[in-house]
Nanobody, 127 residues
């Protein structure tokens, strides 16, 4: 059974930084890409960032470009999200996800195409 476990969320002030971590486990786990999504209260889940292991390509939603950085280790089945200069708009539950199938650019934004999900970690940014 595959499990994704996130950590690193918390309560911070605007302008602060946080680093989220996600570790995947399971004997048969392998992925084409891993990513982060978030869901704020009363809003739909949205794509934040993804990393495609082949070539190490990364994707970001526009509002986090330049502030967030995704990195990871495919061999270790881990992915991180470094979040800098946080704002209240970043307040949400952040979910780690992994997909086995290929995606290219915008195709990686679609959460419905991801196969595995973590339980989520809360990020709250006070202004």
């Amino acid at each position: 059974q595959v499990q994704l476990v996130e950590s690193g969320g918390g309560l911070v002030q605007a302008g602060d930084s946080l680093r989220l971590s996600c570790a995947a486990s399971g004997r048969t786990f392998s992925s084409y890409a891993m990513g982060w999504f978030r869901q704020a209260p009363g809003k739909e889940r949205e794509f934040v960032s993804a990393i495609r292991w082949s070539g190490g390509r990364t994707d970001y939603r526009g509002s986090v470009k330049g502030r967030f950085t995704i990195a990871g280790d495919n061999a270790e089945n881990t992915v991180y999200l470094q979040m800098n200069n946080l704002t209240s708009e970043d307040t949400a539950v952040y979910y780690c996800a992994a997909r086995r199938s290929y995606c290219s650019s915008y195709g990686c934004y679609d959460g419905s195409t991801y196969d595995y999900w973590g339980q989520g970690t809360q990020v709250t940014v006070s202004s």
